[in-house]
């Protein structure tokens, strides 16, 4: 094969290859298995020089930019050969150089290799020698797996020295097929243990977990992947925020699509709107008679068409109750005593006494001085609302006339209270 043709069938080739596209990922380091054929220099085999003779080889690879890769192989092929004085041959070359990656593919990279190297020819009848040489080769690298390769390439050896053996100058012609194994772990640009090549999501954020094809999970549907979403059990069609989480619009801890008044804050309630005893439209953060429904009304309380008849007689103040062994008003009982203030108004100028109880725990004398604490701090609060200091006395009876069963602590509770007596 004439060395012209040789060089004109390596150009060739080399305008095959395309534009440039998303380049195949080719492993960074590699070491790989070399198999092929060869055709020797006529100078070395006389009449063989058409002919292909087995070759065997040992190559490592490493990538050092996006377009350059450098090389290094180990090729020995045994050549038949006629030629007088020579007979058959084992050549072996040993070359390192660069590979320049002149058209990437999505799958494959085409690429020009030129190195400097040593030609060993060891000759059944004529002398050895080792001699330097150059080469130049062309071929494709295609992405086997996550991290291996298969290659092909043809190339041209070119060793250096005089016209006549030994030192011969000889052109041998290669085509060389090679499997190689990437060294180390493959690429992964996006860091989701998937390797880029088996990659079909090759932009997942960090942090978000993702299937075998290296996508994005997202269980429940609503946009947000998950490893990044904290509520990862969100129902469909639940609006989220940026988190995951369903959307708060009031802050209530009560997410709309739960909350029934969702602009409307309401912690602690079931349904997120605000807490409605009486069930007349009006929360009882605004309804002056929380327990009386008066729809439609400003303050939440009953209007009232027709003044009834002012009743004067002894009632006992329901809801104003003390805790044992103390007389301190509970908050409850303030709403009560406000109605109280309300009603003695109503009584006109009528005096009355503000008589304490206590259950029977401790001693008479004990629960004679509680009692009259308690009957004492209903008195203050009922002058401190308005009502004439003159009118009010404040008296205990102890553990006097048990309107309930001191053997239950509920009704140890009732017998803890206060009346209003008025006095004739």
Known sequence: MKRKQALWLLAGIAALGGATVN?????????????????????LVGGKDDEANPLFGLRYGQRLGTSTNFFGDLVYGPYDGNRAGVGDADVTTLRGGLEWLFSQQQRYNWFLSGGLGLMNVDTDKGPDFTRPMASLGIGQAWEVGANDAFRWEVRADQSFGNSTLPNSGLTNFQALLGYSWGLGAPLDSDG??????????????????????????????????????????????????????????????????????????APGTPDGCPVDSDGDGIPDAQDKCPTVPAPGTADGCPVKAIEEPVVIEKFTLEGVNFDNDSAKLRPEALVILDKAVATLKKWGDVKVEVAGYTDSVSSAEYNLALSQRRAEAVRAYLVDKGIAADRLTAKGYGKANPVADNATPEGRFKNRRVELVPQK
């Open 192 to 265: 989701d243990g998937v390797a880029n090549r088996l990659d079909q999501c090759p932009s997942t954020p960090k942090g978000a977990k993702v299937d075998t094809k290296g996508c994005p999970i997202d269980s429940d549907g609503d946009g947000v992947f998950d490893g990044l979403d904290k509520c990862s059990d969100t129902p469909a069609g639940v609006k989220v925020t940026a988190d995951g989480c369903p959307v708060d619009s009031d802050g209530d801890g009560i997410p709309d699509f739960k909350d029934k008044c969702p602009t409307v804050p």
């Open 23 to 43: 380049a195949a990922e080719m492993p960074q380091r590699e070491l790989g298995l070399l198999l092929g054929g060869g055709w020797a220099d006529k100078d």
